[in-house]
């Protein structure tokens, strides 16, 4: 356990945010993702050659050469400028999305702005920008969403729902009561679309049902199973109390299997980022099969990006390897034909 004291400071919990997830195993300690419970049909005799298999998407107007995400992490600290360059650099290299961190600390303090600002190394990527939603009961609005977006030149907002993060922490913002007409707000007067995101815990499906109606253009599910963020609070808190409170939400959530089905039952229409453990291209593979858009994988990411750039060139260049063969050995040629690709349930 990480002792904090005092008051902290945005920039210091992204600092100890990085380093306990890259120390510390942080795991949920027995909820999975319930990807497991699932597995394709082999197929020995596809008809496809591998060859031939295209695992382009178009995601808010940009073409994505393989459905992976580089899920939103961190930023606000010179450890975190460094990590978001390495991982710009093969986001732009394999034209995969990605996301960035809060950008509170930037807001907050605008010098560091440019530890998120990708840019100049990344032009052509699909990028997302990021604010914590319950913000907007803590003086944020229109102007702060703006400010975010035209900080890094996003072409998306993302704003994630930390509910039980927050809850554990003994410097969390928890008036989380009447976002949901904020979130129409933003959604209405943003001038790029808004994707609402949790953090490891799921949305229900009539979570996904309210914000879809107060206009958000896609989910992020981040279901449970990978990253626990009560555990990452555990090893922070200050005292034994605050210890013992975060530890016993370390199996809370909604499995990231589940919270697929759950998003896609709600908002069929709208794009569906599956995230939360996922850890290879075929977890990916099985999300697209459950109804998922694209899929998001973090830690592998951040784990790889603070060993160098050729560690986050080689795991997208597996993560792709594995989508397609997982789409061979299933029958599919397409992501479309992957996500008409029936699962079998153990």
């Given at each position: ?297 973090a830690g592998p990411f951040l784990k790889a990006a603070d060993q160098s750039i050729e560690a986050v060139d080689q795991l997208v ?30």
């Amino acid at each position: 356990m990480t002792k904090v004291t005092g008051e902290v400071s945005t920039e210091n919990r992204k600092v100890d945010h990085i380093r306990i997830n890259l120390d510390k195993d942080v795991q949920f300690p027995r909820l999975t993702t319930g990807l497991e419970k699932y597995r394709f049909m082999h197929q020995a005799v596809p008809e496809i050659n591998l060859h031939d298999i295209d695992i382009q998407i178009n995601l808010f107007g940009k073409t994505l050469q393989s459905p992976i995400v580089i899920s939103s992490m961190t930023g606000g600290t010179e450890m975190a400028f460094r990590i978001n360059q390495t991982l710009a650099q093969v986001a732009e290299r394999y034209h995969i999305a990605m996301g960035l961190g809060s950008q509170r600390a930037a807001i907050e303090k605008p010098e560091l702005a440019y530890t998120y600002q990708v840019r100049k190394i990344a032009p052509s990527i699909l990028l997302f920008g990021n604010i914590g939603a319950v913000q907007l009961n803590y003086k944020y609005g229109i102007d702060q969403c703006r400010k975010a977006v035209d900080m890094i030149e996003a072409d998306a907002l993302i704003l994630h729902f930390n509910v039980l993060q927050e809850a554990v922490q003994p410097e969390g913002d928890t008036n989380f009561a009447g976002l949901l007409q904020k979130v129409e707000r933003v959604c209405n007067q943003l001038e790029v679309p808004v994707i609402a995101k949790e953090v490891g815990w799921g949305f229900s499906e009539s979570n996904v049902h309210d914000l879809v109606n107060a206009g958000i253009s896609a989910v992020d599910v981040a279901g449970s199973g990978g990253t626990s963020w009560s555990e990452v609070e555990y090893h922070r808190a200050p005292t034994a109390f605050h210890a013992r409170v975060a530890a016993s939400f370390a199996d809370w959530g909604i499995p990231t299997a589940e919270a697929i089905q759950f998003a896609t039952k709600a908002a069929p229409d709208k794009p569906i980022i599956a995230s939360g453990g996922l850890r290879d291209g075929i977890d990916i593979a099985k999300c697209i099969a459950l109804g998922a858009t694209v899929g998001g994988i973090a830690g592998p990411f951040l784990k790889a990006a603070d060993q160098s750039i050729e560690a986050v060139d080689q795991l997208v260049r597996e993560l792709n390897a594995q989508i397609r063969i997982a789409m061979l050995c299933s029958g599919a040629k397409t992501i479309a034909q992957l996500r008409q690709t029936p699962l079998v349930c153990t």
